[in-house]
């Protein structure tokens, strides 16, 4: 009989993962030219990287890249 082979797989958690991949949509705008472009981001990921309901954040704009940061406290 052939032996059997048996290779272990780990499996990490969804938030370890640092790259996500998106795409960049529209906000309905009523059929009228000229969409603003729009990114969604959701998933319990955001909560395991510390980012609750609720909690504001920063945009910070760099060339090529937004930076989501928490909000500080006012």
């Known amino acids: 009989m052939a032996k059997k082979v048996v ?3 780990t499996h990490t958690a969804q938030a370890d993962r640092s ?6 949509g529209y906000v309905p705008n ?3 030219d ?3 472009p729009a990114i969604y981001l959701g998933g319990r990921w955001l ?3 510390g980012f609750l309901t609720g ?4 945009v910070s704009v760099e060339p090529g890249r937004l930076v989501i940061r928490p909000a500080p406290a006012a």
Do not use: F, K, L, M
Not at 55 to 58: C, Y
């Open 7 to 9: 290779h272990a797989v």
């Open 19 to 24: 790259d996500r991949r998106y795409i960049v």
């Open 30 to 32: 009523g059929g009228r």
């Open 34 to 36: 000229n969409p603003s």
């Open 47 to 49: 909560e395991a990287c």
């Open 55 to 58: 909690q504001h954040v920063t």
